[in-house]
């Protein structure tokens, strides 16, 4: 039902910020919750930070006061802004919407901290 679509990966360096961006198809209203998940080389899938219809946020620590997570209604669209960004921070970063207790995912976009 929900197609999120991941976008705005790229090389950065340490330090600096970068926006990634979620386009879910349909009505963003319709969805329950959107996450963000990241795998990092040689890591295991992890979770980044989450936001709910209300618009209730929650983060990973390893990203807490780093990263903020919104939503633009009008755009169908979940943002995910970037600080402070850490070698650690590489990754790919996924996107998924949660509709019925089902949480649909994207392809992934790549992100690369490095100097």
């Known amino acids: 039902q929900v197609q999120p679509v991941e976008s705005g990966g790229d090389l950065v360096q340490p330090g600096g910020s970068l926006r990634l961006s979620c386009a879910v198809s349909?009505?963003?209203?319709?969805?329950?919750?959107i996450f963000w998940h990241r795998q990092g080389p040689g890591k295991e899938r992890e979770f980044v930070a989450y936001?709910?219809?209300?618009?209730?946020?929650n983060y990973a620590d390893s990203v807490k006061g780093r990263f903020t997570i919104s939503k633009d209604i009008a755009k169908n669209t979940v943002y995910l802004q970037m600080n402070s960004l850490k070698p650690e921070d590489t990754a790919v970063y996924y996107c998924?919407?949660?509709?019925?207790?089902?949480?649909?995912w994207g392809q992934g976009t790549q992100v690369t901290v490095s100097s």
């Open positions: 349909g009505s963003i209203s319709s969805v329950h919750g």
């Open positions: 998924g919407g949660t509709v019925a207790s089902r949480t649909y």
């Open positions: 936001i709910t219809q209300s618009g209730s946020t």
